[in-house]
């Protein structure tokens, strides 16, 4: 049997790592659009966009990874099927479900180790992506100089060039419109210059030849100041030009381990109960206001009760802002509540996408590539459905955290079950033998006392 389970498990193998690496594939190039897109409209260095590249891999393996083993399942059995070795080991004395527990077994190992990346390392890796990602879009575009073409790349400065001559980086004909930190514009013209980037320091040099200031008064605009200069260097800083890093930022549900997430709920069932005893405490020092005779004097009936009034409409907004802060918190504990789940949930679904694919397989009887994917992009999109749509509904508060995000698997056994049942009631297989012969023992009782009501009829 050991040799049977080893050759089982290799049979998975190859159709593991294919289907891993379809689905990376399919995955990476819809990603690597993107970053293509940064690399030409940010002008950043592809070695930041390789390390971005790299930390997107985390979650792109942590939704192939249950794919991959979905794939190998139909593919590892319907291919022992097609060629009739289950058939062969069925007569043999082995029962079909027997040849499936090496592989379940892997599969959970599998998941339990999914369920580790998915805590321990992905959070930190989505983390890093998220803070570089976003301090690649707070980038500016790398600025293009054209002849002829209004340059407005960069906030309070405009700049217009006649002709750039590419070999010796001189331009001619050049007007700057400045107008940082300024209520009018400062105009620059100068008939030719040439222009530097400084990347340590993110600022523009420029050295004009030849050239005028016009620049009109802040203070009286009727004031008007031309200088002609022969030489002149401005210097344009905080241009937004260089990719400055962060250090720290805040982190998302799905920036954030299990233990960290559970301190965070324990925080927020602290705040409700905070709220509640904060909505007493208005209630009570609302009633004993409204109580004290010298708070609202009987004399003036009037004014006691707009007096009354007052109290109510401040006492309910008070009230109705904490009941808003015990919502948000719930929402909050909802939300992490799901996340939790889901790190468990989204790496078990390696083994009952094995536990639907065996059986599929044997039924289909085809080992191929395009049966496998077939097959599997019904179930992915089964799984997906179910996942996302109870993701909604437990962060909204329909259904409770454990069945919105379980849901998913909870459908994939039951059908892996009854598949798995239907193949070995129809092959004969003796994995359920005991079952199956209890079964057709109760179908023979109903029959005989059918037949006998027949007979007396």
Not at 105 to 112: D, E, G, I, R
Not at 346 to 375: E, T
Not at 409 to 431: K, P
Request: aromatic share 10%; charged share 20%.
């Amino acid at each position: 049997m050991k040799t049977l389970s080893r050759y089982v498990l290799r049979e998975h193998l190859m159709p593991l790592i294919g289907g891993l690496g379809i689905i990376m594939f399919v995955l990476v190039m819809d990603f690597v659009l993107d970053m293509l897109n940064l690399i030409i409209t940010k002008g950043v260095q592809p070695d930041i966009v390789l390390k971005l590249f790299g930390l997107n891999l985390a979650w792109m393996l942590a939704l192939a990874v249950p794919m991959a083993c979905l794939i190998a399942g139909l593919m590892a059995f319907g291919r022992l099927s097609e060629d009739g070795e289950i058939n062969a080991a069925v007569g043999s004395g082995i029962p079909f479900v027997r040849l499936m527990v090496a592989p379940l077994f892997a599969s959970l190992l599998l998941s339990l180790g999914m369920v580790y990346f998915s805590d321990q390392i992905l959070p930190d890796l989505n983390y890093e992506s998220k803070m570089l990602l976003g301090d690649i879009k707070r980038k500016k575009p790398t600025l293009a100089i054209k002849e002829r073409v209004f340059i407005d790349d960069f906030p309070g400065i405009g700049m217009f060039i006649e002709e750039v001559d590419e070999r010796s980086n001189e331009l001619f004909g050049i007007t700057i419109y400045d107008q940082q930190n300024r209520l009018y514009p400062r105009v620059i013209t100068a008939k030719s210059g040439n222009m530097a980037f400084d990347v340590s320091s993110d600022a523009l040099n420029l050295e004009l030849f030849d050239g005028s200031i016009h620049e009109t008064d802040e203070a009286d605009p009727a004031k008007f100041t031309r200088v002609s200069f022969e030489r002149q260097t401005l210097r344009f800083g905080d241009l937004g030009l260089t990719l400055e890093r962060r250090e720290t930022g805040h982190r998302g549900d799905r920036e954030m381990k299990i233990a960290d997430m559970k301190l965070v709920i324990e925080d927020k069932k602290a705040a409700i109960i905070q709220a509640e005893q904060m909505i007493r405490n208005i209630a009570d020092r609302s009633f004993q206001r409204a109580f004290r005779p010298q708070e609202f004097p009987t004399e003036d009936s009037l004014e006691a009760l707009q007096s009354l009034r007052q109290l109510a409409k401040s006492t309910a907004q008070s009230i109705s802002s904490q009941l808003n802060a015990i919502g948000a918190h719930e929402r909050y504990i909802r939300k992490y509540s799901v996340e939790i789940h889901k790190k468990w949930s989204l790496p078990m679904a390696c083994f009952f996408f094995l536990l639907v694919g065996a059986p599929v397989g044997v039924w289909a009887k085809k080992g191929g590539l395009g049966v496998a994917i077939g097959f599997g992009i019904f179930f992915f999109m089964v799984y997906w459905a179910l996942l996302i749509g109870g993701e909604e509904l437990g962060d909204r508060g329909f259904v409770a955290p454990w069945l919105a995000m379980w849901a998913s698997n909870i459908a994939l056994g039951a059908i892996g079950s009854i598949i798995l049942y239907r193949t070995v009631w129809s092959s004969h297989f003796r994995g359920f033998g005991f079952l199956v012969r209890f079964l057709a023992w109760i179908r023979r009782i109903f029959s005989k006392e059918r037949n006998a009501r027949q007979n007396r009829a």
